[in-house]
C-alpha cells in the first residue's frame, strides 16, 4: 500500500481518485455482480432489491463500495475476496487489484508437474493441464512444434488423441506482466521495480498417449485418403475399370483441397439491461466478452455492442453485412431475450415495451437473413443464445408481418444456426455462474479443432449432461453447410485482397 492507503482502511474513506477508479473497475463487465453474488462469504452479499435497486443507478459501483464501507470492510478484505475470485474468473478480477496497489508476485509453478496430460471425452481428446500462480493472474502461451497455438490464454488445452498430435512437440509459456499506459503503471514500475516474468514449461511427451487414427482429425483423414488413393491407383494399372468415370476422383480431389477463409468476422450484441418494461438479465455481457476473446484469438475481426435498441441494432447489422463477401467466415451472435412466433426467431432490443410488442418492436430473424441476403459467405455462423417461447399475443400480426418474406425467400448456402434451445422452451442462466448454459458449454468446445458442426453437436451433448437444464433447455442445430469448416480454418487472401483491405477498413470505422 501507498499514498497514505493502508490495508485497514475502510472501503468508503479511500481518497476521491482512487476511490472513483476503484467504482469505474467494478462496473466493468458487471463485475460488482460477481463480488456481491455468493453465498459462502454473506458479508459481500445484495439482495434482490438492492441489486435491482443499484442496477438503476448511474454509478452501482460507487455504490457498492459505500455499502461495503458502511459494513466496515477495508482495503484488506476487499483483496481477499478479488484474489478467492481470481482462481474462478480469471484476469477479470486484476484491475482493481492493480488499483489497490497488490504487491507484484512472480508466476511459479502450482505443482511439480508443469503440465498434466489425461484423457477425456470418449477417449479421442488428450487434455494437456498447466497450473501457475502469480499476480497479476496468469496468462497461457501454447506452444507446438515451437510455433505459438490460436488458443487464447487457457490453462487447459484439449487436443485430438491421434498419431499425429503424438509426434507433434507441445509446450507452455506462462507469464505476468504490469500493462504500460495505466494508473497503477508507474508505482509498478518505479525504481526498477519487477514488473513481469516468466516461466517455460519443459516438453510434454504424448508417446504413451498414442491411438488409433482419429476420424475428427483432417490429417489422419488426409492420410487415410492418401492410402485409398494409392491403391486404387495401383489397382489400377492392372485394373483399367477400378474407377468408374471421373466422379470418384473428383470426390477424393475434393475432400483433399483444403479448407480456408479470405477472412474472419463477427459481431457479437449483447443486451442485459431491459428495465423496467422487462426483467434485467445477468450474464449477457460476460457471455459476449467470452466469445469476443475466444474469437480474436482466431484472429476473427470482432465489433461488440451491449444494450442496444431498436434502431441501433439496425443500424449495426446492416454496417456488418458490409464486411461479409466470397470466401469470408462470419460470426453473428446475440445473446438477451427473445421469442419464437410462427417458426421465426425474435430479438428483442432494450427499448422494447413489456408484454404488448409486435413485429415493429423486434428483430426478427427473417430480417437479418434479408439483410445478408446479397453476401455469400463460405460460413455463416448464426448464434441465438434466447428463449423461443411462444410469448405474442396477437400472433396473427407476426404471421402477416412474416408472409413478405415467405413470398420472396432467398436461401444461401453455408448458413449455421446454433440456437441455444429449441422452440417452445427457455434458455436459461444459473445462478452463481460467470456465463449462461450455452456459452458455458461453447466456450469450452470452440477452441478444439474441429469442424464446427462437430463442435455444436459436442456442446449439445455437454448440455444433456448437465442435470440442471437437461430437461429445461434442448438446443437445437440446423445447417446447410457441405464443407468440414472450422473457425480455425487459416487465412489465403490471395485473389481477395482488395475485398481484405476494405473489410479492414470498414471494420476499423465500426470500431471507432
Known amino acids: 500500500m501507498s499514498d497514505g492507503i493502508a490495508l485497514s482502511t475502510n472501503l468508503s474513506e479511500l481518497p476521491y481518485g482512487l476511490f472513483h477508479s476503484l467504482a469505474l473497475s467494478l462496473e466493468s463487465g458487471s463485475l460488482w455482480r460477481l463480488i456481491c453474488n455468493d453465498s459462502d462469504d454473506t458479508v459481500f452479499c445484495l439482495s434482490q432489491s438492492d441489486i435491482e435497486r443499484f442496477e438503476k443507478l448511474n454509478d452501482p459501483g460507487a455504490q457498492y463500495l459505500r455499502y461495503l464501507g458502511n459494513r466496515g470492510l477495508t482495503v484488506e478484505k476487499l483483496l481477499k475476496r478479488l484474489h478467492t475470485l481470481a482462481k474462478f474468473h480469471g484476469p477479470i478480477m486484476d484491475r482493481p487489484q492493480l488499483l489497490l496497489h497488490r504487491k507484484f508476485c512472480p508466476v511459479i509453478w502450482s505443482r511439480k508437474e508443469q503440465i498434466r496430460v489425461s484423457i477425456v471425452a470418449d477417449g479421442t481428446q488428450l487434455k494437456l493441464e498447466c497450473k501457475a500462480n502469480g499476480f497479476p493472474v496468469p496468462r497461457y502461451e501454447w506452444r507446438e512444434n515451437g510455433k505459438i497455438m490460436a488458443c487464447g490464454s487457457v490453462a487447459t488445452l484439449v487436443i485430438l488423441r491421434c498419431p499425429c498430435t503424438a509426434r507433434n512437440v507441445f509446450n507452455c509459456r506462462v507469464y505476468n506482466f504490469i500493462e504500460d499506459g495505466q494508473a497503477y503503471t508507474e508505482f509498478y514500475k518505479a525504481n526498477g521495480k519487477t514488473s513481469e516474468s516468466e516461466l517455460i514449461s519443459d516438453i510434454v511427451d504424448l508417446s504413451n498417449f498414442v491411438s488409433a487414427p482419429n476420424p475428427n482429425c483432417q490429417q489422419c483423414n488426409l492420410n487415410d485418403l492418401d492410402r485409398i488413393y494409392n491403391k486404387l491407383v495401383n489397382a489400377s494399372a492392372t485394373t483399367p475399370a477400378a474407377f468408374g468415370g471421373d466422379d470418384g476422383m473428383l470426390d477424393t480431389m475434393d475432400c483433399t483441397t483444403a479448407v480456408t477463409a479470405s477472412d474472419k468476422v463477427a459481431l457479437i450484441i449483447s443486451n ?187 456442446v449439445f451433448r455437454d448440455i444433456e449432461k448437465d442435470k440442471k437444464v437437461r430437461d429445461v433447455q434442448i438446443p437445437e442445430l440446423r445447417s446447410n453447410l457441405t464443407k468440414p469448416r472450422s473457425l480455425y480454418d487459416p487465412f489465403v487472401v490471395d485473389g481477395h485482397t482488395n475485398s481484405f483491405e476494405n473489410h479492414t477498413i470498414h471494420w476499423r470505422l465500426m470500431h471507432g
Open 272 to 458: 442485459r439491461t431491459y428495465f423496467p418494461n422487462m426483467s434485467n438479465l445477468i450474464t449477457p455481457h460476460c457471455d459476449a466478452e467470452t466469445l469476443a476473446e475466444i474469437l480474436q484469438s482466431l484472429k476473427f475481426k470482432t465489433v461488440t455492442l451491449g444494450d442496444l435498441k431498436l434502431e441501433e441494432m439496425k443500424f449495426i447489422i446492416k454496417e456488418y453485412r458490409k464486411l461479409l463477401g466470397e470466401g469470408v467466415y462470419a460470426v453473428f451472435y446475440f445473446v438477451g431475450h427473445g421469442f419464437e412466433a410462427n417458426g421465426q426467431c425474435y430479438l428483442l432490443p432494450t427499448d422494447a415495451p413489456g408484454h404488448t410488442y409486435g413485429p415493429q418492436h423486434c428483430i426478427s430473424m427473417d430480417w437479418v437473413l434479408s439483410v445478408f441476403s446479397d453476401y455469400n459467405p463460405a460460413l455463416n455462423l448464426i448464434l441465438l443464445d434466447i428463449c423461443r417461447k411462444f410469448l405474442p399475443s396477437d400472433l396473427d400480426l407476426f404471421t402477416q408481418y412474416a408472409e413478405q418474406y415467405r413470398k420472396n425467400a432467398k436461401v444461401n448456402r453455408n448458413t449455421v444456426y446454433g440456437y441455444a434451445t429449441s422452440g417452445g422452451v427457455g434458455a436459461y442462466e444459473i445462478k452463481g455462474e460467470t456465463n449462461g448454459v450455452f456459452m458455458k458449454y461453447f466456450k469450452n468446445r470452440v477452441l478444439n479443432q474441429q469442424p464446427i458442426l462437430n463442435i455444436l453437436n459436442r
